[in-house]
């Protein structure tokens, strides 16, 4: 086969290469997208794992969420001495602060380092590192600390000697240790994330450094992240985690890795679906536009074909060569959507560098990385696209009639082939709408977007039939208003819908799916702008560490910090906020802990008119009382009055639900808390953020200097009102533009089919060009004629565009988007950006026909005219 | 040996139905070259093409070499192309993307031949018609009786028990026309070879051992052409 591969298949490429070249680029961008959605996917994933997962080498875990496992219950499980437990290890993973190495950031690793058993051993085994000892005698007598290898070099540098002590800080606790040891970590640990900060400790110190010393008897409340165990071989799994379900009660729960991975993994899940889904739909785009080439590849070589096939080619041969041409465009094609994926997927994450670093504990260390398997899944999904796209004309191609080939006669298989695609269209819409009609009794996702996918490619292999339709409609309104040159293009689209319908269908796609990203877009942006004018209504923000991190619980502040801003002149209230996200029915939720009292106190001066959910704040220091967000309640189907359990340090404990109010801060759920209270069921009583309420009678600015001051003495920072507000409705900008950049490429990709359609038209309509020429026609009466072809499939893509993007923005606002977060936003339409849209998508197919058109007006008139 | 016994066929073009070839007996004998004669639309290429394997009659039957073409299979009938027939065309049907010794080289390379011995038997096949010098030219490249003669040399190169040729000089000017025809009046053998010819032209037709005239699908009248063309021959000679 290679032989009349080599002669018939790479001839033709190289001879038309420009054809060839379009169908490749169409499948680069496509896998690119894929290449840049799977590696996003696994970034994120492995960030998340690391960071609520980490080291995750143990057969057995008790966990308690971020809330931690109190350290009566490790002693307690020591105690118990459970046959078929190797070893039961606390565990503390924490950010921390290293003062004397400019205030980086550190991951805290509380574990056995001193008492170490051969047992010990394999555990360091699993994680593939090693220690190298450091010449510190102080080391034997102190606190002992080991570093990884990135952090003792910078502290190197910075002239710290490894007798110095290492200072660590967390909250307003800052202990010294002794160097001890220097962590290597190879690239293939499973702690490679923190190899560049990595702050490994014994565990009991690590408990020390965390505790929190305000409360009474402050040790009585050591935690640990959790507890792992490293099991027997043989052990009976399910035996042990009954005996340490019932030592642990309540308080904490035992769970495989498996499962320990699975609460994470539903957080992520919608995101991973939808950048999943992005880059399906730019394959299937792809797809088409390589089915609409290879179909007019087969049309234009039909001829050869028959010549073939009187000398003796078999069809099986024949459809095998056009198969083997598809997938080698799909080959080169792929190669170079690889890199292209890569430089996609660093932008996204180059755009959430501060997010991810504050949301994930290795988020400033996690890169997007192209693995062996990613790139050959792109490789083999880029060949097998070209393949499916080319099994309808490689069919087409072996079936058709030697005689008729050769004799040029109309191909007999036009009907069958009529009613099979006829047929496809119907199945896929009817099994798409099924899926969403009974998505309930499907996997999560499912059905609301498989059965969106089904429905829209369905839509899409229906569009040739579409076009026609509307051909058929524009033709006579084309005969009243504009001259021949329009009259013959739009002629030529009612005869080749089969062709320019893929097009006009990928533009369509093109421009419905950025028109629903400018309407979900909008439909969140206008809500979203409005609830932060609303809830940012602070004068100043003190925080440690970044504005990122100021929205999460990962660089707590001391809440003595509440009294001294207090005192500062022209402050009127503080509010704390902790931020805390509990495991509640398989996932993860937010909570807040807040002054709720202050706070609407303070807002209530700002907002006179005041806001629902905020009225029922005064209530909440009264008891164990929430208010909850309107996604929380739709997304867990409670309400007003309804009891709730949230995991606390000793067991589940209940709240009752005081109101329902509108909260856009985590996907999965709010619940607000009042923070005396929280301190108190929690036993945490540190602060994440302090919203700082200035008396509105004083100078503004003197007090945000006065509290800078502060903040700059005690190695806060703070933030004015202005700026955080820019910086929230950044990150919302940020987060559009990357599924915009996701659109464009699939706009690319559709105008590429547009330039493929025409160049293609002009070869099937140069017989009747030619004539054309020959009565008279002037070439640029040709130019206009395939130019207005281009823009009636612009005009055509575009009014199927939009015509199609409404109903994707409805379906995504309120079936996708509502169950996946339970957030419920008005359908808003975005009248400017269509308006884009709509002018880029006319404008980008119009030009796209001036290849063409060039191309058509250099025919040679007389053997355009013997052309057949 | 070649026959048609009592063939049908009919086609549809687009509403119309086409009786293309009704009740024909034919046969062709072993080397003889045979030439089919008649106006257009009569159904001689079609005729052509039932013989050729690259077609099936409604109704009748085709015997190729005691093969009953209708029973075959259509991989069958590839392979019986592929090593018993050869075609020749009007339009050459050369594929502009290859060179001439791999258009010539196409059959043996279908048939899984090494790309290397093929190209070395397609040269012999170019050397035999003329045409070595321009082994290496693409089609584009050369003039329409370099394109025909390349396209027999591709007939041939599988030695094939029959050569059709389906209005070999209609493209042709009438020299080139002459040394096409003296080419193949070369080709027919006693036990090896046999050629049909479609043609309009009565000087071509002459070329060969005997002429069939068809008519609205049925053979209108047959002529013994021995000895007939024997002064065209010594001409282009």
């Known amino acids: ?868 | 040996m070649m026959r048609l016994v009592n063939v049908t066929k009919t086609y549809k073009q687009g509403s119309r139905t086409v009786n293309a070839v009704r009740g024909v007996d034919l046969t062709v004998p072993s080397g003889e070259f045979l030439a089919i004669m008649g106006p257009s639309g009569s159904g001689k290429s079609t005729l052509l093409h039932l013989l050729g394997a690259l077609d099936t009659p409604t109704t009748g039957d085709v015997i190729f070499q005691e093969h009953h073409l209708q029973k075959m299979t259509d991989r069958q009938r590839s392979l019986l192309r592929r090593t018993k027939i050869g075609f020749v065309f009007q339009f050459f049907n050369l594929l502009p993307t290859l060179k001439g010794v791999e258009n010539v080289a196409l059959p043996l390379l279908l048939a899984g031949t090494r790309r290397k011995t093929a190209l070395e038997k397609a040269r012999v096949s170019l050397d035999r018609v003329g045409m070595g010098h321009r082994a290496d030219h693409f089609p584009e490249e050369m003039s329409g009786g370099e394109m025909q003669r390349i396209a027999i040399a591709r007939a041939l190169v599988t030695e094939p028990t029959a050569i059709l040729c389906d209005e070999p000089t209609g493209n042709l000017d009438s020299k080139t026309s002459r040394e096409i025809l003296q080419l193949l009046r070369s080709l027919p053998e006693e036990g090896k070879c046999s050629l049909v010819m479609v043609t309009h032209d009565r000087k071509a037709a002459e070329y060969g051992d005997r002429l069939v005239f068809i008519q609205d699908g049925v053979i209108a009248h047959e002529e013994d052409l021995r000895g007939v063309g024997d002064h065209l021959i010594a001409a282009s000679a």
């Open chain 1, 1 to 868: 086969m290679f032989p009349l591969f080599r002669a018939l298949v790479l001839r033709y490429l190289w001879q038309r290469w420009d054809r060839g070249l379009l169908v490749a680029l169409s499948i680069s961008l496509g896998v690119a997208t894929l290449v840049s959605a799977q590696m996003l996917n696994k970034c994120v994933e492995l960030a998340a794992m690391d960071s609520t997962v980490p080291a995750d080498v143990a057969d057995l875990y008790i966990t308690n969420g971020e809330i931690g496992v109190p350290w009566s219950l490790v002693e307690e499980v020591k105690k118990a001495n459970i046959p078929g437990i190797k070893r039961a290890e606390p565990f503390i993973i924490e950010r921390v602060m290293l003062p004397e190495i400019n205030g980086r950031s550190g991951i805290l690793f509380g574990t056995s380092l001193t008492d170490r058993t051969p047992s010990d051993e394999a555990a360091a085994d699993k994680l593939k590192i090693s220690f190298q000892l450091v010449n510190n005698p102080l080391a034997l007598i102190g606190k002992p600390v080991a570093l990884s290898r990135r952090l003792y070099e910078d502290r190197k540098k910075l002239g710290k000697a490894d007798t110095d002590p290492v200072e660590v800080r967390y909250t307003n606790n800052v202990l010294k240790f002794n160097l001890i040891a220097v962590i290597d970590i190879p690239k293939d640990s499973p702690i490679a994330p923190f190899a560049d900060s990595l702050v490994a400790m014994d565990v009991k110190q690590a408990t020390v450094l965390l505790r929190h010393t305000d409360l009474p008897r402050a040790e009585d409340n050591d935690r640990v992240s959790r507890i792992d165990f490293f099991l027997e071989p043989g052990a009976d799994v399910h035996r042990i985690m009954d005996t340490l379900q019932q030592i642990a009660g309540i308080r904490s729960t035992v769970r495989t890795p498996e499962e320990n991975r699975k609460s994470t993994e539903e957080v992520i899940g919608g995101m991973k679906i939808v950048l999943n889904m992005c880059s399906l739909g730019s394959l299937i785009v792809g797809l088409f536009l390589v089915y609409n080439a290879l179909s007019v590849t087969v049309a234009e070589r039909r001829h050869d074909i028959g010549v073939m096939r009187s000398l003796g080619a078999t069809r099986t041969q024949i459809a095998s060569l056009f198969a083997i041409e598809a997938m080698t465009l799909g080959l080169i094609g792929a190669i170079p959507g690889i890199p292209l994926g890569v430089t996609l997927a660093n932008f996204a994450i180059d755009q959430f560098g501060e997010e991810f670093a504050s949301i994930f504990l290795n988020g400033d260390t996690a890169r997007p990385m192209l693995d062996r398997r990613t790139a050959i899944f792109a490789i083999v999904a880029g060949m097998i696209t070209s393949l499916l796209a080319a099994l309808v004309p490689a069919m087409q191609a072996a079936s058709d009639e030697p005689a008729d080939a050769v004799r040029r006669a109309p191909s007999n298989t036009g009907g069958i082939m009529r009613w099979v695609h006829r047929l496809a269209c119907v199945v896929l819409i009817v099994a798409g709408l099924f899926m969403v009609a009974y998505r309930e009794h499907l996997a999560t996702h499912q059905g609301s977007l498989f059965g969106m996918t089904f429905v829209l490619t369905g839509l899409f292999l229906a569009m040739p039939i579409l076009v026609a339709w509307m051909a058929r409609l524009l033709i006579p309104l084309c005969r009243v208003l504009l001259g021949v040159e329009s009259r013959l293009a739009a002629d030529n689209l009612l005869r080749a819908p089969g062709r320019t319908g893929v097009v006009i269908g990928a533009l369509a796609a093109g421009v419905s799916l950025m028109f629903q990203t400018a309407g979900v877009g909008k439909s969140h942006e206008v809500p979203i702008r409005q609830w932060l004018r609303q809830v940012i209504q602070a004068d100043a923000y003190v925080f440690w560490g970044n504005l990122a991190s100021a929205n999460s619980s990962m660089t707590p502040m001391d809440p003595k910090i509440a009294d001294d801003i207090r005192k500062i002149e022209g402050v009127d209230r503080v509010v704390g906020l902790r931020f805390y996200r509990p495991e509640f029915r398989g996932t993860f939720v937010m909570v807040i802990g807040i002054d709720a009292a202050d706070y609407r106190r303070a807002l209530r001066l700002r907002m006179p008119e005041g806001l629902p959910k905020l009225e029922k704040f005064e209530e909440l220091p009264t008891g164990n009382f929430v208010v909850v967000s309107e996604n929380f309640a739709e997304k867990w189907k409670v309400k007003e009055g309804d009891t709730i359990a949230i995991p606390g340090p000793h067991g589940p404990i209940d709240f009752i639900i005081k109101g329902v109010g509108k909260d856009y801060t985590w996907s999965q759920g709010t619940i607000f808390i009042d923070r005396t209270v929280f301190s108190r069921v929690f036993e945490d009583r540190l602060v994440d953020a302090y919203h700082v309420f200035f008396k509105l009678d004083q100078d503004r600015e003197a007090t945000y200097e006065r509290v800078r001051t502060y903040t700059d003495e005690h190695q806060l920072l703070v933030q004015n009102q202005a700026s955080v507000q820019l910086y929230l409705v950044g990150v919302v900008d940020r987060l559009f533009r990357v599924a915009y950049l996701q659109q464009v490429v699939v706009g690319i990709v559709a105008a590429l089919g547009v330039v493929t359609a025409l160049l293609i038209s002009v070869l099937q309509r140069r017989r009747e060009l030619g004539l054309l020429r020959a009565v008279g026609a002037t070439q640029l009466q040709i130019i206009k004629s395939v130019i207005a072809e281009a823009m009636l499939m612009g005009l055509l893509g575009t009014a199927l565009g939009f015509a199609m993007g409404l109903p994707m923005e409805w379906y995504l606002l309120n079936v996708v988007l509502l169950e996946e977060s339970g957030f419920r936003f008005d359908m808003l339409i975005p009248w400017e950006q269509a308006l884009g849209i709509g002018a880029v998508a006319i404008v980008t197919s119009t030009l796209a026909g001036l290849i063409p058109a060039i191309h058509a007006v250099r025919l040679n008139i007389t053997e355009a005219i013997a052309y057949e």
